[in-house]
């Protein structure tokens, strides 16, 4: 009995021992994902410091750059215009709004929420760098191959994405926006507020939806997504990408849904391509065990 009793109190120290071990294991893990994040929030506040110091280019290049007439994007369009004879709307040379504030720290708070925001898109790379980081030491070989340039991909991806937002969905969505009335005795008198909002959602917007194929990417190594999947969904995305290009696109004309939605269209087949590579490699890999 004395033995029995002797070798279950071994067992359960050991367990305790495990159990604290484990319990150790995971609050290292969290200091190092703070660290990590820590880092992350330093890269983001430096890049918003920069961002608040040269905030006049910033504010007049950028932020206002969608209310320009001469804006790269409306150029375009009018140079696009005069060569092939598509109208006078398609050529865009007066955006309809007044901009006007209404807050006591209206400005300043714009000042610190545009610098904060440019602060995020330009840290954004570095966060995924430490977010990889915290990943890595977790994953097996063949892991650590195939994932192996996530922070690239991604943060190039991102970066054509926030583009693409700035200089065709934002500037389109803002004309249809500021030329669509109800009756013309109300005048668009925009708070600054509502038109950052708006520059703001689209352009990260879009950088976002960029993401597509690393998100696909990640949901097929987790057998979550399948090519198949996506093949028998690709009608449904068809249409829901046609949908957001009729909306944001100032004229209903067939070049200009063209330039919007393409984009979203090869996103989607290249997300495809990548279920499908990743789909073949998982059953070579099972064929290989059996």
Not at 181 to 202: C, E, F
Request: aromatic share 14%; net charge neutral; with cysteine.
């Amino acid at each position: 009995m004395s033995e029995n009793r002797g070798k279950s109190l071994i067992e359960s120290i050991k367990d305790k021992g495990k159990s604290m071990e484990a319990e150790m294991s995971f609050f290292d893990h969290l200091e190092v994902l703070r660290w990590h994040l820590i880092r992350s929030a330093v890269a983001i506040v430096v890049f918003t410091g920069l961002a608040f110091s040269y905030y006049d280019f910033i504010f007049d290049q950028v932020i206002m750059g969608p209310k320009n007439p001469q804006f790269w994007t409306y150029r375009m369009m009018c140079s696009l215009s005069e060569r092939f004879n598509l109208g006078p709307d398609f050529c865009i040379t007066d955006i309809p709004f007044n901009i006007i504030n209404t807050d006591m720290a209206g400005q300043f708070t714009l000042q610190l929420n545009s610098s904060l925001l440019i602060g995020l898109i330009l840290g954004f790379p570095y966060l995924l760098f430490e977010i990889w980081r915290f990943v890595k030491p977790g994953l097996n070989p063949n892991e650590k191959n195939s994932a192996s340039g996530f922070v690239f991909w991604a943060s190039l991806l991102f970066i054509i994405g926030i583009l693409f937002g700035y200089y065709i969905i934002a500037p389109l969505s803002i004309n249809f926006l500021a030329n669509y009335t109800v009756s013309d005795i109300i005048q668009n008198q925009i708070t600054i507020d509502s038109y950052l909002s708006s520059v703001a959602t689209l352009t990260l917007g879009a950088g976002i939806t960029f993401e597509l194929p690393m998100v696909i990417f990640i949901l097929s190594k987790l057998g979550i997504m399948t090519p198949e999947f996506m093949r028998s969904t690709r009608r449904y995305a068809v249409v829901i990408i046609l949908i957001i290009a009729a909306i944001v696109t100032p004229t209903p004309d067939i070049l200009t849904m063209i330039t919007v939605s393409l984009p979203l269209f090869l996103l989607y087949e290249i997300s495809i391509m990548i279920s499908a590579r990743i789909d073949r490699k998982r059953k070579k890999e099972i064929g290989l065990r059996y």
